[in-house]
C-alpha cells in the first residue's frame, strides 16, 4: 500500500492525480516581535555575521566601481590623441554608481544591525562584549565611499 486510491486509480488511467494544497494560514503577527526565546547568543553573533557579510558586499561594490572608474582614465591614457581634456565618460558614471551602491549598502546594513539588535534580549548578548564595533566599522565604510564619490566627482576632497 505505497499509493492511495486515488492515486493508484490515476496511474492506472495514466492521468495524474494532484493533491489539493491548502495555502498555509499566516495571522497578523504583533510589532514586538522577539526573535528568539532561547537565550542564546548564536542569535547575535548571527546577525553580526550578516553585518560583516554586508560589510565585504559593499567594500567589493566600492572597489569594482573605482576600477571601472579608473578603466576611462586608462583607456584615455592609452589612445593617441591623449593630449586633449579628459571627458567624463560612461565608465566613470558606472564606477561611481557602483562606489554609491557600496555605500548606501553599507548605511542600510548597519540600520538593519539595529533593527536586529533591538530585538533580542540582554542574555541573548554576551556581556562585556564591544556589540556597536562592527557598526562603528560599518558606518565607516559608507563615510569613507561618500568622500571616495565626492573626491571623484570634484576632482578634490575640499
Not at 492521468?15 to 526565546?37: G, K, V, W, Y
Not at 586633449?84 to 566613470?92: I, Y
Not at 538593519?112 to 566599522?137: D, F, M
Request: with cysteine.
Amino acid at each position: 500500500m505505497l499509493f492511495s486510491k486515488k492515486i493508484r486509480r490515476s496511474l492506472a488511467k495514466n492521468t495524474f492525480f494532484i493533491p489539493r494544497c491548502h495555502p498555509p494560514q499566516f495571522s497578523a503577527l504583533p510589532e514586538d516581535i522577539i526573535m528568539s526565546n532561547l537565550n542564546d547568543p548564536r542569535v547575535f553573533f548571527a546577525a553580526e555575521r550578516t553585518l560583516l557579510a554586508w560589510t565585504r558586499t559593499s567594500l567589493t561594490l566600492m572597489a569594482f566601481g573605482f576600477v571601472v572608474e579608473r578603466f576611462g582614465l586608462f583607456v584615455h591614457m592609452l589612445l593617441p590623441q591623449h593630449n586633449e581634456p579628459l571627458q567624463r565618460g560612461l565608465s566613470f558614471w558606472i564606477g561611481l554608481s557602483f562606489i554609491i551602491l557600496g555605500s548606501l549598502s553599507s548605511a542600510v546594513a548597519v540600520l538593519q544591525y539595529r533593527k536586529i539588535l533591538q530585538t533580542l534580549k540582554p542574555s541573548e548578548i554576551p556581556t562585556g562584549y564591544l556589540v556597536n564595533l562592527s557598526a562603528l566599522t560599518n558606518l565607516v565604510v559608507a563615510t569613507l565611499g561618500a568622500a571616495l564619490t565626492a573626491y571623484l566627482f570634484r576632482g578634490t576632497l575640499l
